[in-house]
């Protein structure tokens, strides 16, 4: 008999044989559970369905074998039985009627001590263990007192959703969400607070809050709702792949890492309250195997181990570690609100080396190093760290965002050492380029700060630091802005206080672009050893307050002497820039202090050093020498003032001591006033000067008569019996100046150059 002829059979008789059933003995027994049907002997499974009259609307067999469950499609009120396969007359089960109860809500319900899954298809239970094991929607309510949700598909591309409604987990013996295969997607319900809590102390890595080897996402319905992840020895979230946290409040507390995604973190612009308290990083990805990192065949690498953030109010607590620290890459973008409290780098972009291997062929072909980097593109972001307050071991750019620092150690680093594979050290890129931003800094407590034999600089980078905009305010105990190679300062405001160098570069300073303004921008130092400092110093434009209780400007180290005037570059991911730097050879020494702490008096004692003054507006106070090159100086344009020096054995104007060294002047407006000693005035040319000695009275007019209609005001910061006084300027064309014994008036228009002081002005007038 063909199964068709059967099923008809069973279909035109089945209620008939159901009414008359009871006249059988039965010699099986069937059980139906969340969706699955069991018998104690095998036979043919009859399920048959009824429309709202009770008349039969369907009926569906299936050959069932002892003792393995099948499962069954089956509504409330409809009848199961199992049947003789041989003669399919007669019965060998009562029949089972399907209630509501055996059919369940949908819904995995957590019980304390027990879980209830009934009806729902692709979950196994087990005591406190619910599994799922097919791809699909799963809704979970209730509590595990000690237990785990385990997500364990057939591969690991199938998508699990886990909605929680106000769901808590926790477990003694490992992880209270375990995800080993399957991406998971835990969705909170409006107005849900759902918790996994792991008190398991053995391994970091199984007493984790929340696990997933493939892609996790954790996010809210909506705004609000809250997910808490703890671990009392592990990390509250850890994922092995790419982790993004969405919509909704997150909380975590781990005793290791907080948020660990290996290939990448996101956050999104829709999150919410993230608050992270770790013993180690708050917030991390680790791609790179030190032992594996793969190249292609064209030699190249992609590293993944990147920290997107887009938004949120993050709060991130670290008692040992970083607040954020990535393998490759930190992006802050948008307007997040991020506040770090970490024991060491409050954001850190790691250097990696490791054995690289082909992905054709699995044959070593080098040692690679991975450099990270670190680009912040808005938010608010206040950070107080142990050590650096940011760290990108290539480069860090920022274009815009609300930056507040207090750092034990640098503010801002760009660049480490390594070891390459020859066994000596190398140096990463380590450029730094700001466009934008706001920026609050101090360091080690500031100008005034403590001594320290660590560097403790304010923007510190191993290549260039090209700035170009931005409104700066740095207070640090170690150099305020510092390169081992160049700065090119090209835009900004500058406020600054530092127990060393304001601005240093061991080889090019550019301040300002050629033939620019004096608005390109303005910079005031209020204290600090040395101001400027470099190798070979260009001010071309901007304007510039400087007080130093050494030299003012301190062109000193190593190049090539009477290098030619030629644009570097300097390339990150926004492109390549252009910057104005003097030809020379290679990298100098390191006047002034490098990588430790302040070294004040240690400059550089070579003969080599050049200052040009191309434009723009200086107006200097130095204890020390004003103007000092242990070259050079050539001044072509610009106005200057240095108000200064009252110390003995220095000089207004100090230029090497080399045969060959020069001052040259031969244009612009310069004035110097100062102690007698070590008085070196320049060559001049083109152009009239006066060089004259007479007493100065701090805050009393000196009047200087350049030409028969041009008068000069100079109201010194300084009092000396016995100063020599120099002027040159452009009005000055023929003949030279003097000093002027009679009344000249000046208002608040005619000011040129200065600062006021307690109400007083000083500086000069030009009338």
């Known amino acids: 008999m063909t199964k068709k002829p059967i099923l008809m059979l069973i279909v035109t008789m089945v209620s008939g044989l159901i009414s008359t059933a009871s006249a059988f003995a039965y010699s099986a027994q069937i059980t139906y559970s969340d969706g699955y049907v069991s018998a104690s002997e095998s036979g043919t499974l009859i399920v048959s369905s009824y429309n709202d009259d009770g008349t039969l609307a369907n009926v569906s067999m299936s050959e069932l074998s002892a003792n393995e469950p099948v499962a069954v499609d089956a509504n409330e009120g409809d009848t199961i039985m199992l049947w003789d396969s041989a003669d399919n007359m007669t019965p060998l089960s009562e029949k089972y009627v399907v209630s509501e109860e055996d059919l369940g809500d949908g819904i995995i319900h957590l019980n304390g001590t027990s879980i209830d899954a009934t009806g729902v298809a692709g979950v196994t239970v087990s005591g406190t263990t619910v599994t799922i094991t097919e791809a699909g929607d799963y809704t979970i309510e209730g509590t595990l007192s000690d237990g785990q949700i385990v997500v364990e598909t057939a591969t690991k591309s199938d998508v699990v959703t886990l909605n929680l409604d106000n769901v808590s987990v926790t477990s003694s013996t490992g992880n209270a969400l375990n995800a080993t295969k399957g991406e998971v997607t835990l969705s909170n319900v409006s107005g849900s607070t759902s918790s996994f809590i792991s008190t398991y102390e053995t391994d970091t890595d199984t007493g984790v809050g929340i696990y997933s080897k493939n892609d996790l996402t954790i996010k809210g319905a909506d705004a609000n709702t809250k997910i808490i992840a703890q671990s009392t020895a592990g990390n509250g979230i850890r994922c092995k792949a790419d982790l993004e946290i969405g919509t909704g409040d997150l909380e975590v507390s ?23 308290t770790a013993v180690g990083d708050a917030i991390k990805t680790d791609a790179i195997d030190s032992d594996t990192l793969e190249l292609d065949t064209n030699s190249s690498y992609a590293p993944k181990g990147t920290v997107t953030i887009n938004g949120g109010t993050l709060n991130l607590t670290s008692q040992t570690g970083d607040g954020i620290q990535a393998d490759y890459g930190v992006i802050i973008a948008n307007s997040p609100s991020i506040t770090i409290n970490s024991q060491t780098e409050g954001i850190k972009a790691n250097t990696t080396s490791a054995d690289a291997w082909y992905y054709t062929d699995e044959t070593q072909a080098e040692t690679a190093t991975v450099e990270g980097y670190v680009e912040i593109k808005g938010g608010y972001i206040n950070i107080t760290s142990g050590e650096d307050g940011i760290k990108g071991a290539d480069y860090v750019n920022v274009t815009d965002g609300d930056i507040t620092i207090v750092s034990a150690l640098d503010g801002i680093q760009s660049g480490v050492d390594y070891t390459d594979s020859d066994g000596n050290t190398a140096y990463t890129n380590g450029d730094i380029n700001i466009s934008g931003g706001t920026f609050d800094i101090t360091t080690n407590g500031g100008a005034s700060g403590s001594a320290t034999e660590n560097s403790a600089k304010g923007i510190k980078a191993v290549d260039a630091i090209i700035i170009s905009g931005g409104d700066f305010n740095i207070n640090s105990y170690d150099d305020a802005i510092h390169s081992n190679y160049t700065v090119d300062i ?3 405001n500058f406020e600054i206080a530092t127990s060393d160098d304001g601005v240093h570069a061991d080889y090019y300073l550019t301040m300002g672009t050629e033939g620019g303004t004096d608005d390109d921008y303005t910079m005031n130092i209020s204290t600090s050893y040395e101001a400027l400092e470099g190798s070979v110093i260009a001010y071309l434009s901007g304007t510039t307050t400087l007080y130093a209780t050494d030299d003012g400007i301190n062109a000193a180290g190593d190049y090539e002497e009477n290098g030619t005037y030629h644009e570097t570059t300097s390339t990150s991911s926004s492109g390549s820039q252009t910057q104005p730097s003097f030809g020379g050879g290679g ?11 302040p070294n004040q008096g240690m400059d550089d004692s070579s003969d080599y050093g050049m200052l040009y003054i191309k434009g723009g507006m200086l107006y200097l106070v130095a204890n020390g020498d004003g103007l000092d090159s242990n070259g050079s100086i050539l001044m072509s344009d610009g106005t200057v003032v240095v108000n200064g020096t009252t110390q003995g054995g220095n000089g207004v104007f100090d230029k090497g001591d ?12 310069l004035i110097g006033f100062g102690t007698t000693d070590m008085q070196d005035n320049p060559t001049v040319s083109g152009q009239g000067y006066l060089s004259t000695t007479t007493s100065l009275t701090k805050g009393t007019l000196k009047n200087i008569k350049l030409n028969s209609s041009t008068y000069l005001g100079i109201i010194p910061e300084i009092t000396l019996s016995r100063a020599m006084l120099f002027v040159t300027t452009p009005e000055m064309t023929s003949g030279s100046g003097s000093v002027y014994s009679g009344s000249v008036s000046y208002s608040d228009t005619d000011k040129v150059l200065g600062r006021t002081n307690n109400n007083t002005w000083y500086g000069i007038y030009k009338k």
Do not use: C, L, M
């Not at 781990?254 to 992270?276: F, L």
């Not at 080399?658 to 407006?669: E, H, I, P, R």
């Open 254 to 276: 781990a005793g290791n890492n907080g948020i660990k995604g290996d290939e990448s973190v996101k956050i999104t612009k829709k999150a919410g309250n993230i608050t992270v």
């Open 490 to 492: 090209t835009g900004g």
């Open 587 to 597: 990298r100098p020494g390191n006047p002034g202090g490098g990588n430790g702490g």
């Open 658 to 669: 080399a045969s060959g060294s020069y001052f040259k002047v031969t244009g612009g407006t």
